[in-house]
């Protein structure tokens, strides 16, 4: 079983599990990270989540940004851990949603995240494309 952390830079976490509970309803595995919204600092944070968690479980961050500091501070607080812990950076709402909907079940390997993650990059288009399209016929 995986526990998915969304872990930001600002109020992004919070309003990104919002929104999958308002599409999929609670989800007992979810939890957020939410960097520099009060005076507690990144690793802070990043201590009283680790709390919440089940050690016995994998857990899945998914940071807002690639080379961000809250992917960073992550990276370097669970550098010997990595078996455990793993780490995507640059999500969208697509690849959170297809991991609340395996992780109550699933361990991921790093090749079913890579697929995930290559997954949601696809679900990034111009919707313009799409009218173009269809006034092509």
Request: hydrophobic residues 45%.
């Amino acid at each position: 079983m995986a526990e998915l952390i969304i872990a930001t830079h600002g109020k992004m976490a919070g309003g990104t599990a919002d929104a999958v509970e308002l599409l999929t309803g609670k989800k007992k595995h979810l939890f957020i990270l939410e960097a520099y919204d009060d005076n507690l600092s990144v690793e802070e944070k990043i201590e009283q989540l680790c709390r919440k968690l089940d050690p016995q479980q994998q857990w899945i961050f998914a940071v807002d940004l690639h080379y961000g500091s809250v992917a960073q501070a992550l990276a370097v607080h669970f550098a010997g851990k990595l078996d455990q812990v793993k780490i995507l950076a640059g999500f969208n709402l697509s690849l959170i949603l297809r991991l609340t909907e395996a992780s109550s079940e699933t361990v991921f390997t790093e090749d079913e995240l890579r697929s995930l993650a290559e997954a949601s990059r696809k679900d990034v288009i111009l919707v313009n494309d799409l009218f173009q399209m269809s006034s092509d016929f």
